[in-house]
């Protein structure tokens, strides 16, 4: 099998984890990490893997990254960009720094590694880890919602404009059992417990949250397609993962009142459960 070179994002934890996993003995892989504690572990994990620090929130990592990924080689067959956060709470509630900080690490963070690697991505592909959040129906979680869309859009100028033959793929992700669930109910404690408002919604999302750390479906199927689009010679635009996002898919085709109300429905109804 071809030696390729990848790099990836958010490769320490949940999907991104389980990709290197599958890809690092035969391949090189350019791993970035946000936490420094996983330095090390990423190092063991094989000696094909070069460990690099990104936060999406500082800037200035994001050109460190990039410049050492240059330094380090001259071609790229595939950007998958995997990191990512959620901000959730009403959108009454939500601090707007906190809504610009999902922009940053859904969104700006992506473009901008990957605007800086577009030289040495010619003839490669970028693969974006979205979500069947990217659909756009889903309450209470809107800047998150509107990250993946917003990603997604960019992600399809970038594909119509560039003249460097780099594919793009937008995977769509539905309910994946990872680390990313407990991390979102950490993060955005804050509007759960201050919204005098919304207590039952909230309460609603918490238990929801929780199960879907262990009721999601496995990190393996989100892989398996990831590696499916990068062997395609000619990929999708876009693959869904798990049956509640082909559902999404559908159901975003619908009028949007008709959306509004089977939510409205369907979460007073879960809410009472
Ligand atoms: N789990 C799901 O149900 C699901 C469904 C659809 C789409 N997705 C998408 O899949 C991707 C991977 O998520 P996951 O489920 O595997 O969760 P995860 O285990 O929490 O992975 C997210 C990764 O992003 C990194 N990250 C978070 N904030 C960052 C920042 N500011 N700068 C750089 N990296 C940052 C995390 O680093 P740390 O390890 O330091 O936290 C982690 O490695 C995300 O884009 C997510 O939106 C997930």
Same mark, same amino acid.
């Given at each position: ?22 890809? +690092? ?13 996983? $330095?090390?572990? /990423?190092? $063991?994990? #094989? #000696? @094909? ?6 936060? =999406? ?25 995997? +990191? *990512?956060? &959620? &901000?959730?709470?009403?959108? %009454?509630?939500? %601090? ?15 473009? %901008? ?8 991505? !010619?003839?490669?592909?970028?693969? @974006? ?16 919602? +509107? #990250? ?9 100028? /970038? ?5 460097? !033959?780099?594919?793009? &793929?937008?995977?769509?992700? *539905?309910?994946?059992?990872?680390? /990313? ?9 804050? =509007? ?8 039952? $919604?909230?309460? =609603? ?6 199960? !879907?750390?262990?009721?999601? /479906?496995?990190? %393996?199927?989100? &892989? ?23 559902? +999404? ?7 949007? #009142? ?16």
């Amino acid at each position: 099998m071809k030696t390729k070179t990848y790099v990836i994002t958010g490769s320490a934890s949940g999907i991104g984890r389980a990709l290197l996993n599958r890809i +690092a003995e035969d391949n090189i892989v350019f791993a970035g990490y946000r936490n420094q504690e996983h $330095e090390k572990t /990423l190092k $063991e994990i #094989s #000696s @094909n893997i070069y460990p690099f620090y990104i936060d =999406y929130t500082r800037p200035e990592t994001i050109k460190y990254a990039a410049d050492y990924i240059l330094s380090k080689c001259t071609k790229v067959d595939t950007l998958i960009n995997i +990191a *990512g956060c &959620v &901000v959730a709470g009403p959108v %009454e509630n939500i %601090e707007m720094d906190e809504i610009k900080r999902q922009f940053d690490v859904n969104v700006f963070g992506h473009l %901008e590694l990957s605007r800086k690697l577009l030289d040495i991505l !010619n003839d490669g592909k970028i693969i @974006n880890i979205s979500s069947m959040a990217s659909f756009g129906i889903f309450p209470f979680i809107s800047p998150y919602c +509107a #990250s993946k869309r917003c990603l997604d859009m960019f992600f399809n100028s /970038l594909l119509i404009e560039n003249k460097k !033959n780099i594919q793009v &793929v937008s995977i769509k992700p *539905g309910v994946i059992a990872t680390p /990313l669930w407990g991390k979102s109910i950490q993060e955005n404690s804050k =509007y759960f417990d201050n919204c005098k408002d919304y207590v039952d $919604e909230m309460r =609603y999302l918490i238990s929801n949250a929780q199960k !879907n750390e262990t009721r999601g /479906l496995s990190v %393996e199927k989100v &892989v398996d397609v990831i590696l499916k689009a990068d062997r395609a010679r000619h990929p999708k635009l876009s693959y869904t993962v798990g049956f509640d996002a082909f559902i +999404a898919s559908i159901i975003s085709k619908l009028p949007q #009142s008709f959306i509004n109300n089977l939510i409205k429905f369907g979460l007073k109804y879960r809410m009472k459960k």
